[in-house]
C-alpha cells in the first residue's frame, strides 16, 4: 500500500493529440460545407426578394425579371451563378429555376452538392 501514489491530472500525450486530430478533421469538413449552405442561403434570399418585388410592382416581360436576378447577383456577389438562372414565361406566368452544383472536397472522396429551386410569378 503505497500512500504516495499520485493522481492523475490532465490529459495524455496520445489523448492531446486524438483530440486535436478530431477537431482538425471536424474543421476541415466545417470549412467545405459552411461556404456552401451560405450560398445556398443567399440564393434562396434573391429568390424570395425578386419574389416580393414583382408582388409589389409586376414586371411585365422574361428581361425585366433577369435584369432584377442580375442586380441581386451583382449585390451579393455571386457573378458565377448567372448562367444558373433561367426564366421562362408559361401562360402568363413567368417562373424562374435555379439549378447548379458544386463538388465539396473531402478527405476521403470528392461528394456533389446540388441546388435545384424554381419559383412561379404571377
Known amino acids: 500500500m503505497n500512500s504516495m501514489q499520485k493522481t492523475q491530472q490532465g490529459i495524455s500525450t496520445i489523448g492531446f493529440f486524438m483530440l486535436v486530430a478530431i477537431i482538425g ?3 476541415y469538413i466545417g470549412i467545405q460545407y459552411v461556404p456552401q449552405y451560405i450560398e445556398c442561403g ?4 434573391i429568390l424570395d426578394s425578386i419574389k416580393k418585388t414583382h408582388n409589389e410592382t409586376p414586371v411585365s416581360s422574361v428581361k425585366g425579371i433577369e435584369d432584377m436576378i442580375d442586380k441581386q ?4 456577389q455571386l457573378d458565377e451563378l448567372r448562367e444558373s438562372f433561367k426564366v421562362t414565361q408559361d401562360d402568363g406566368a413567368y417562373i424562374v429555376d435555379v439549378s447548379y ?3 465539396l472536397n473531402l478527405i476521403y472522396e470528392k461528394r456533389p452538392m ?6 412561379t410569378l404571377k
Open 25 to 27: 478533421v471536424g474543421a
Open 101 to 103: 452544383e458544386r463538388e
Open 42 to 45: 443567399t440564393v434562396d434570399s
Open 73 to 76: 447577383l451583382d449585390i451579393n
Open 114 to 119: 446540388k441546388y435545384e429551386k424554381s419559383i
